[in-house]
C-alpha cells in the first residue's frame, strides 16, 4: 500500500528520464540499416512470430503495438523489421539492453541526485544544479535559450502551435516569475542539456518529465513521446490532475484503483478533492488515505535515491501453452539454468560494485490439473542467498518443493508451471576502499561505522528482465507453511501483521541509537517484509533491515561530504551477534576475513536460533 511522506519545506526540482523505444534503439545503434524503419523487437519464443517487447515510433504509425506477436504485427506493417532478442542458455539475454541503460544513467548522473528506476528509467534530483544556475547564469533572454528547451512542452501554456516555441522561451526566461517556476524553469535548460548529451554521446533519444516531485514528474514524462520534455509548474497542477485518470497513476492500476472507482466513484485523481482525509482515511486506512488525500492535491514527498545500480537481480522464464512444466525434473533442468545466470550476475555485481546481495527469492506461476481456473497462486519463496551455483541451484529447487508443497494443499494431483524466475534481492554495498565486510560490524575496539547506499528489499521492476514475473513480496508471505510448523524446531505461525511488528520491535530494540527509524519503518512497511522464516532464525533479514536502516542515515552524510564513519550514524553490531551461520553464506573472501575476527565464533548460537540454511525449507518429503 502507497505511503504518505512529507513534502519538503524547499521547492525540488525532479525529473524523471524515460528512453524511447529502448531496445529498439539499441538494435537500431548495433545495426544503423534499422534507422528509421519500422522496427520491434521480439521475445525468445518463435509462437506465433514471437511476442513484442519493444516497438519503433515509426511502426507504432502502422498501429503495431506492444501487445502484438511477430506475425500480426507484419499483418499490420508488412514491412516491420522484427529483431530477435539476444538469446543465452535458451533464454533472453538483457546484458546488451542493460549496459546501454548503464551509459545513460552515467551520463544523467552528472548533474545530480540520480536514482536507476528500471533498465531504461532515471530519476533525477536537479534541485542544486538548478539553484546554482538560478545564481550564476539565469536565463533571462529569450533568443538565447536552446533550441531543445525551447521545444519543451509546457503544461498551462497556451497551446496554439504557431505561437508554442515563442511563449516557452518567453516562460523560461521570465523576470515576473516566482521562485519555484524559476527554478522549474532552470531544471528544463539542464534536461534539454543532459537529453542532447545522451544523444551526442549514446544515439539515444529520451523523453522525460520535470516538476517538484517524482509523482509529476513521472507522470508527464511520456505524454509528448519521442524525444521530447513535458514541464509540469505548480499552477497546472490542478487542471492536469482533474483529467487524470486514476488507472494512470502506477499505484492506482490495481485493486486500490479499482475500488476507487467502485467503491467511491472516482474516475479521475482530481475526483478525489471531493473526499476529505478522515473519509480517505476511514476507507482505506490512516497512510493510504492521507496518500491518496495528497496526490489528489499533486503533493508527493519522496525522495529521489542515490542509486545507479539495480536493487536487485532477477532471472526468469516463461512456459506458455504446451510448453509449460510438468515435472520436477523440467523445473530443475530450468531452474538450474536460472540460476546459473542469477550467479553470474551476482557474482560481477560483487566483482565490479562490491555488492552483496542477500535474499533468494523464487517466484512461480502454477496451475493444478482439472482446476485452471483456481484463483490459488503460488506463493513466492525466500531464504538467504547462499554464493555460489551449486548452492543457489539446490536452494532455488527447495523453495520450488516447499511453494509446490502449499500450492497443491496436500492434494494429489498433477500441476503445470507456466513462468519460474528467481531474485536475489537485498543488496548492499561494500564501503568503498575496502573489500572487507569488516566495517559493518562494530567490533569491541572498532568505531568504524559505513556509509552504505540506500537498498530496499522490494524486486526491481520487472521490466529489468523481461519475461521475470516478479511478485512484490507480500506480508502473506509471514504464514508459515504447514510443513513448516511440523519440522520440529521453533516455529510460529504468526501473522502478518504480527510479523511486521514484531519485526520492528526486534530492530528498534537492536538500533536504539539510529536516527530517522520511524521513516524507515514507514518504508519498510510499504515495502513489504520478508518474514517467512522461523522464529529466531531471521538474524540475516533483520541483518539486511539493518543495513537499510543504516544506509539511511550514512546516505545522506556521504552525499553532504561528510565523514564516513561519522559517529552520529553509527550502525552498532555486537560481536556476540554474528551468527556463524550467516557468515557462511557470505563469499569466500569476506568469510575468511570474518572468521579471522569472530573469535571464538559461537556455536551454540547457530542451533538455537536455527539458522542454517536448511531450516528455511520444509522436511524433505518421501
Ligand atoms: N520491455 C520488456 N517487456 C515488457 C515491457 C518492456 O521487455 N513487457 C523492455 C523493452 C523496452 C524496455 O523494456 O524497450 C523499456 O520499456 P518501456 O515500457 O519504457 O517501453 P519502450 O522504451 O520500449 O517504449 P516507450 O518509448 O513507449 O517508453
Same mark, same amino acid.
Given at each position: ?117 528500471? %533498465? ?25 535559450? #536552446? ?31 516566482? +521562485? ?38 513521472? $507522470? ?19 487542471? &492536469? ?14 485493486? #486500490? ?6 467503491? $467511491? ?18 476507507? +482505506? ?31 526468469? =522464464?516463461? !512456459? ?5 512444466? =510438468? ?27 562490491k ?21 490459488? =497462486? ?21 523453495? &520450488? ?26 543488496? !548492499?554495498d561494500i564501503p568503498s576502499g575496502t573489500?572487507?565486510?569488516?566495517r559493518y ?9 559505513p556509509a552504505i ?53 526486534? %530492530? ?16 519498510? =512497511? ?12 531471521? #538474524? ?24 564516513e ?7 552498532? &553490531? ?42 528455511? !525449507? ?5
Amino acid at each position: 500500500m502507497p505511503v504518505a511522506r512529507r513534502e519538503p519545506q524547499e521547492p525540488r526540482v525532479i525529473a524523471h528520464v524515460d528512453m524511447d523505444c529502448f531496445y529498439v534503439q539499441v538494435e537500431q545503434r548495433r545495426n544503423p540499416a534499422l534507422r528509421g524503419q519500422p522496427t520491434a523487437v521480439v521475445q525468445y519464443n518463435d509462437w506465433k512470430g514471437g511476442g513484442l517487447i519493444a516497438v519503433s515510433y515509426e511502426a507504432r504509425g502502422f498501429g503495431v503495438k506492444r501487445s502484438m506477436r511477430g506475425d500480426e504485427a507484419k499483418r499490420v506493417c508488412p514491412g516491420i523489421n522484427l529483431v530477435q532478442v539476444p538469446v543465452a542458455r535458451g533464454k533472453a539475454d538483457l546484458n546488451l539492453y542493460r549496459s546501454a541503460g548503464s551509459e545513460v544513467v552515467a551520463i544523467l548522473a552528472s548533474k545530480g541526485k540520480c536514482e536507476r528506476a528500471s %533498465i531504461d528509467e532515471v530519476y533525477l534530483d536537479l534541485t542544486d544544479a538548478a539553484k546554482e544556475m538560478l545564481l550564476q547564469a539565469p536565463p533571462d533572454s529569450p533568443e538565447q535559450i #536552446l533550441m531543445e528547451a525551447a521545444k519543451s512542452n509546457i503544461l498551462g501554456l497556451p497551446s496554439d502551435p504557431n505561437e508554442k516555441e515563442k511563449n516557452v522561451r518567453a516562460w523560461l526566461c521570465r523576470s515576473d516569475a516566482d +521562485y519555484e517556476d524559476k527554478l522549474l524553469a532552470c531544471g528544463a535548460i539542464i534536461v534539454a542539456q543532459l537529453r542532447i548529451r545522451v544523444l551526442e554521446e549514446t544515439q539515444f533519444t529520451c523523453s522525460a518529465g520535470i516538476s517538484h516531485n517524482k509523482m509529476l514528474a513521472k $507522470l508527464v514524462s511520456g505524454m509528448h513521446k519521442p524525444a521530447q520534455q513535458t514541464v509540469v509548474p505548480s499552477s497546472s497542477v490542478q487542471d &492536469f490532475l482533474a483529467s487524470l485518470p486514476v488507472k494512470k497513476m502506477k499505484q492506482l492500476g490495481g485493486k #486500490l484503483g479499482s475500488s476507487l472507482q467502485d467503491d $467511491l466513484g472516482v474516475e479521475t485523481i482530481g475526483d478525489l478533492l471531493s473526499f476529505t482525509e478522515e473519509k480517505l482515511q476511514e476507507q +482505506y486506512g490512516v497512510n493510504t488515505g492521507t496518500w491518496l488525500w495528497k496526490i489528489a492535491r499533486g503533493i508527493s514527498g519522496e525522495e529521489v535515491e542515490d542509486r545507479l545500480l539495480p536493487k536487485s537481480h532477477g532471472c526468469g =522464464k516463461t !512456459f506458455p501453452g504446451p510448453k509449460a512444466l =510438468k515435472n520436477s525434473a523440467s523445473v530443475k533442468g530450468w531452474l538450474d539454468q536460472l540460476c546459473e545466470e542469477l550467479s553470474e550476475r551476482i557474482q560481477s555485481d560483487l566483482n565490479q560494485n562490491k555488492r552483496i546481495a542477500q535474499t533468494l527469492t523464487l517466484h512461480a506461476r502454477a496451475s493444478k490439473e482439472n482446476e485452471r481456473d483456481s484463483m490459488k =497462486k503460488f506463493p513466492s519463496k525466500s531464504c538467504p542467498l547462499r554464493y555460489g551455483t551449486g548452492k543457489i541451484q539446490e536452494d532455488a529447487m527447495k523453495l &520450488f518443493e516447499s511453494g509446490l508443497h502449499d500450492f497443491l494443499e496436500s492434494q494429489n494431483t498433477g500441476w503445470s508451471i507456466t513462468s519460474l524466475s528467481v531474485t536475489a534481492s537485498k543488496i !548492499f554495498d561494500i564501503p568503498s576502499g575496502t573489500s572487507s565486510i569488516l566495517r559493518y560490524i562494530k567490533g569491541p575496539s572498532s568505531s568504524a561505522s559505513p556509509a552504505i547506499p540506500n537498498s530496499s528489499s522490494v524486486p526491481e521492476d520487472p521490466s529489468l528482465d523481461n519475461n521475470v514475473y516478479v511478485t512484490p513480496i507480500h506480508e502473506e508471505q509471514c504464514e508459515l507453511s504447514t510443513s513448516e510448523k511440523e519440522d520440529g524446531k521453533r516455529y510460529s505461525a504468526i501473522s502478518a501483521k504480527q510479523c511486521s511488528a514484531n519485526e520492528e520491535k526486534r %530492530i528498534s530494540k537492536k538500533l536504539p541509537e539510529v536516527k530517522g527509524q520511524s521513516a524507515l519503518h514507514e518504508k519498510r =512497511k510499504s515495502d513489504g517484509l520478508i518474514c517467512s522464516h522461523p522464529v529466531g532464525s531471521s #538474524l540475516e533479514a533483520n541483518r539486511a533491515e539493518e543495513h537499510n536502516v543504516s544506509a539511511q542515515g550514512a546516505d545522506r552524510s556521504s552525499t553532504n561530504g561528510g565523514d564516513e564513519h561519522s559517529g552520529s550514524n553509527a550502525w552498532m &553490531f555486537n560481536v556476540e551477534d554474528i551468527d556463524p551461520a550467516v557468515v557462511e553464506e557470505l563469499p569466500p573472501e569476506i568469510q575468511r576475513e570474518i572468521q579471522g575476527w569472530i573469535r571464538p565464533p559461537k556455536q551454540p548460537s547457530t542451533k538455537r536460533r536455527g539458522s542454517t540454511i536448511s531450516s528455511y !525449507f520444509p522436511p524433505a518429503r518421501s
